[in-house]
């Protein structure tokens, strides 16, 4: 079994910055992608960005240039700094991880983003 814990999220004005931290502990063997999602009232989950055990990255459109995806391995963690928030940046924000071909979610972080 692996944990995921979330942290980081809160109430921020436009234009603000937030880093969201994502810590993974349990039965690890191997974590090979983390990713972090979103969630807005009344949408389905997206994807914002994922980061491979190698550091590449995949982001959303929305989000290129703006948000940035990173890891450090050996502490099974994973962080997402956010840059120029919007207000349609406002949801809650999940941490997966893949793991052994399972994927893990954390409880979600609440991001919101206010004009």
């Known amino acids: 079994q692996v944990q995921l814990v979330e942290s980081g999220g809160g ?3 436009a ?3 937030l880093r969201l931290t994502c810590a993974a502990s349990g039965t690890i063997f ?3 992608d ?3 999602y979103r969630q807005a009232p009344g949408k389905q989950r997206e994807l914002v960005a994922v980061i491979t055990s190698g550091g590449s990255t995949n982001y959303a459109d929305s989000v290129k240039g703006r948000f940035t995806i990173s890891r450090a391995n050996a502490k099974n963690t994973v962080y997402l700094q956010m ?6 940046d ?3 924000y999940y941490c997966k991880a893949d793991h052994w ?3 893990y979610w954390g409880q979600g972080t609440q991001v919101t983003v206010s004009s």
């Open 11 to 13: 109430l921020v004005q």
């Open 15 to 17: 234009g603000g910055s």
């Open 30 to 32: 191997r974590i090979n």
């Open 34 to 36: 983390m990713g972090w």
């Open 83 to 88: 840059n120029s928030l919007k207000p349609e």
């Open 90 to 92: 406002t949801a809650v």
């Open 101 to 103: 071909g399972t994927g």
